[in-house]
């Protein structure tokens, strides 16, 4: 049995009322893939930078999973060649 590692590091930014984050995986074989997420506080709610952080994160996490189901699709088509339906 042979385990795997894989890295996903969060980068996040703030300027005034918006936060943004990038979600990058990191495979053994030096594959990067990137998400990314934004959120903008309405400027009548009160400031709360944590929520701001993980709605962005949130986002940028999603994204990253819809970009990594992508690619695997496109890998399975090259080895079983495109789908007809």
Do not use: C
């Not at 590692?5 to 930014?13: D, N």
């Not at 074989?29 to 506080?41: F, L, P, Q, S």
């Amino acid at each position: 049995m042979e385990a795997k590692q894989w890295t996903v590091q969060v980068y996040i930014t703030e300027e005034g009322d918006d936060t943004s984050a990038r979600a990058v995986l990191a495979t053994r074989d030096k594959t990067h893939i990137t998400g990314v997420g934004h959120a903008r506080r309405n400027p009548a709610d009160q400031p709360a930078p944590e929520i701001g952080d993980e709605l962005a994160v949130a986002r940028a996490l999603s994204d990253l999973g819809n970009r990594l189901l992508t690619v695997t699709s496109e890998d399975i088509a090259q080895f079983t060649g495109p789908t007809s339906w």
